[in-house]
């Protein structure tokens, strides 16, 4: 699986569009991009994920690079309870592809 | 649906006990995982299984052991338990491996204390 890189950590105001960008410039062709979410100590939250095309779902928008190599998770009106670590993750289409987790960004919400 | 479902939610251990840690999902998923999680640190797969009666290794899976006997349990075994175990785990379920239908849920995590 490709090596992501993002971003320790980030703030947004709330109400705001939060934008979390990553880089993933080794992605093969047939590697999907996944963002998932951690909540303090929770479980991780799956958000969303997409091949080469954008994609919106109801918790936010996916906005992947023609080239592919880079992509950013819009949350586009950011609350207090978005305070997360967002994990980019970008997964082979394989059996049992594991979900390889980095660092992720720290994203902080104010109010 | 409960979803994904672990037990307990908190152990502490003594060097050398053993434990199993439970997991069972009700989403009919054919995937399961095991992940660890240590202090301010990414997750890290311990072990999957893409169906009952299969399984394999991850990235860490020295010091544990599983089984999948049904397609609803995963359970990971810790036989002598040691601090650098010292951890909290995310049992996750998945339909199968790929695209959308590859999207894992997590659990709640159990969290362990090796002492």
């Known amino acids: 699986d490709a090596k992501t890189t993002q971003p320790p950590s980030m703030d947004c105001a709330e109400g705001r569009a939060a934008n979390l960008p990553c880089n993933h410039s080794?992605?093969?062709?047939?590697?999907?991009v996944y963002w998932y979410r951690q909540i303090h100590s929770q479980g991780p939250q799956y958000i969303i994920h997409?091949?080469?095309n954008n994609e919106t779902n109801e918790m936010a928008s996916l906005i992947i690079t023609e080239d592919r190599k880079s992509s950013t998770l819009i949350l586009p009106h950011a609350t207090l309870r978005d305070t997360a670590v967002y994990y980019c993750?970008?997964?082979?289409?394989?059996?049992?592809?594991?979900?390889?987790f980095g660092e992720g960004t720290q994203l902080t919400v104010n109010p | 649906n409960a979803g994904v479902t672990q037990t307990p939610k908190f152990r502490i251990l003594k060097i050398g006990q053993s434990m199993t840690l439970q997991c069972t999902q009700d989403?009919?998923?054919?995937?399961m995982y095991w992940y660890r999680q240590d202090p301010g640190m990414g997750l890290k797969l311990i072990y999957y299984?893409?169906?009952?009666?299969?399984?394999d290794k991850g990235e860490v899976p020295n010091g544990y052991n599983v089984s999948r006997s049904t397609t609803e349990d995963f359970p990971l075994r810790l036989e002598l338990a040691a601090p650098s175990q010292t951890s909290v785990y995310f049992c996750?379920?998945?339909?199968?491996?790929?695209?959308?239908?590859?999207?894992?849920?997590f659990g709640p995590g159990t969290r362990l204390t090796v002492l």
């Open positions: 996750a379920s998945s339909y199968s491996g790929t695209g959308a239908m590859g999207t894992q849920y």
């Open positions: 080794t992605i093969s062709g047939n590697e999907y």
């Open positions: 997409g091949l080469k």
């Open positions: 993750i970008v997964r082979a289409e394989t059996s049992g592809s594991r979900l390889t």
């Open positions: 989403m009919n998923h054919n995937y």
């Open positions: 299984s893409v169906g009952a009666g299969i399984t």
